[in-house]
């Protein structure tokens, strides 16, 4: 057997330069893949402790302090009627717990919220603010949609555990 001349020699170390840049390229990917991911997650968790803090915050304690004001959540219902039929600061107030409840509801169904989590941080909670605030919400011009289908799928996860 002869040795191999010189096209062999350039073709067999221009297959082996490109097998090389193809598993750094795999392996580039691999990792950008991870970073993504790691992204994702940081960016995640940021907005669940964004919103976590907001519910401590002052403006949701004033709004749960005067939710507390009720005995039942027929007469949320009335009153926040009321309050939004004579354009009462009260209404703005009670306002921000649903508004708060939608947006979670909204980054949770384009992905910026992770669902396990909500069901960890909220679970039961939120079925139960839900409870209270329907009859206000099914009595009351317009909807919360996102809060609505975020609550079904709460309690569709709560019943499988």
Known sequence: MSDPNWAEQVTAIATAIGVIGLLATIGVAIVA??????????????????????????ALVETRRLV?????????????????DTNAPEAYVLYRELDYFEQIGALEEVGAMNFDLLR??????????????????????????MFRELVIKMRAALDQS
């Open 68 to 84: 507390a004001q009720f005995e039942t959540k027929e007469e949320l219902r009335a009153a926040f009627l009321r309050f939004i």
């Open 120 to 145: 960890l941080l909220l679970g039961r909670r939120l079925i139960d603010r839900w409870q209270m605030w329907q009859p206000s919400i099914d009595a009351m011009p317009g909807d919360y949609p």
């Open 33 to 58: 893949g991870r970073q993504v991911r790691e992204a994702r997650h940081a960016r995640q968790s940021q907005i669940a402790a964004d919103f976590v803090r907001r519910w401590d915050e002052d």
